[in-house]
């Protein structure tokens, strides 16, 4: 399982746009890049995920170069309530498989 | 309604009893999770469970045991082994597919003391 390394934390501005890179450096050709989103006390919840260029969905954007050895989640126009954790998850589709979260980034958005 | 269901939110046990905490999922998922949280970590992987009757141990499974016998639901077991057992627990449930994404419970808050 690829181990994922990201910044333990970032600070950011209501309105801002917000890049949280992960590394991935021994990512397998099957694995796939999942990112959660984490508030206190409650249970991750999944964002988007990718395998290789760019995803968009209605939350988020995640940009992955061609030797996808890390990838970028990008959310646009933070607001106070994306204050929360993010995880990026690194592993191969289909049930099952041992599924291993690192310590993630504490993203704190402020007025 | 579609979900995982965790019981009970908040749990109590002195120190040396086993507590069992709930975990069901009707989202018809075949792999169903558990995780550790600690305050301020992140999750880290208890014990896992591919098909029913069949399940694996995670990065930290010493002290505890679990169940599959239904698809359903899978149990988690915290037992007078385990060193230090308040946490915060989250059970997560994945179907089969191209979709990697899990879904997590609401949590259960265990304190020992």
């Known amino acids: 399982l690829a181990k994922t390394t990201q910044p333990i934390s970032m600070d950011s501005y209501e309105g801002q746009e917000v890049n949280i890179t992960c590394s991935h450096n021994?990512?397998?050709?099957?694995?796939?890049i999942t990112w959660y989103q984490q508030f206190p006390s409650q249970g991750p919840r999944f964002i988007i995920q990718?395998?290789?260029t760019k995803v968009t969905n209605e939350v988020a954007s995640l940009f992955i170069p061609a030797d996808r050895k890390s990838s970028t989640l990008s959310l646009p126009r933070v607001s106070l309530s994306d204050t929360a954790v993010y995880y990026c998850?690194?592993?191969?589709?289909?049930?099952?498989?041992?599924?291993?979260f690192g310590t993630g980034t504490q993203l704190k958005v402020e007025l | 309604d579609g979900g995982i269901t965790q019981s009970p939110k908040y749990l109590f046990r002195k120190e040396g009893q086993n507590v069992t905490l709930s975990c069901e999922q009707n989202?018809?998922?075949?792999?169903m999770y558990w995780y550790r949280q600690d305050p301020g970590q992140g999750l880290r992987l208890i014990y896992y469970?591919?098909?029913?009757?069949?399940?694996q141990k995670g990065d930290i499974a010493e002290g505890y045991s679990v169940s599959r016998e239904k698809k359903e639901s899978f149990p988690l077991t915290v037992t007078s082994a385990q060193k230090n057992p308040t946490a915060f627990y989250l059970c997560?449930?994945?179907?089969?597919?191209?979709?990697?994404?899990?879904?997590f419970g609401p949590g259960t808050r265990l304190t020992v003391t």
């Open positions: 997560a449930s994945r179907g089969t597919g191209a979709s990697y994404e899990q879904y």
């Open positions: 021994n990512i397998a050709t099957n694995d796939y």
């Open positions: 990718g395998y290789k």
């Open positions: 998850l690194v592993a191969t589709t289909g049930g099952g498989n041992k599924l291993t």
């Open positions: 989202l018809n998922h075949d792999a």
């Open positions: 469970s591919q098909i029913v009757n069949d399940f």
